[in-house]
């Protein structure tokens, strides 16, 4: 089980949006208690382990970036 605050920070998102998406019913939780508990099988379920599209482009963009000023460097320093 996860908490609210736990979510927000795998999602990099705030604890209100969190609570609203509960709300809005796009994160299925329960409440034991005064405290909001999210299982874990609902977090597998939001695919929190695998990176956002924008997240991905931004590192593909600073990757590619870093391959056109320094891919011979990465190559030489890959044979050493």
Do not use: C, H, P, W
């Amino acid at each position: 089980m996860y908490t609210v605050f736990e979510i927000a920070s795998l999602l990099d998102i705030s604890r209100i949006a969190v609570y609203k998406k509960i709300k809005q019913g796009k994160i299925k939780a329960e409440k034991i208690g005064r405290r909001i508990f999210v299982s874990k099988k609902e977090v597998e379920n939001l695919n929190i382990g695998g990176l956002s599209d924008k997240k991905k482009q931004k590192i593909d963009k600073v990757v590619n970036k870093a391959m056109e000023e320094f891919g011979e460097t990465f190559k030489l320093l890959g044979k050493e």
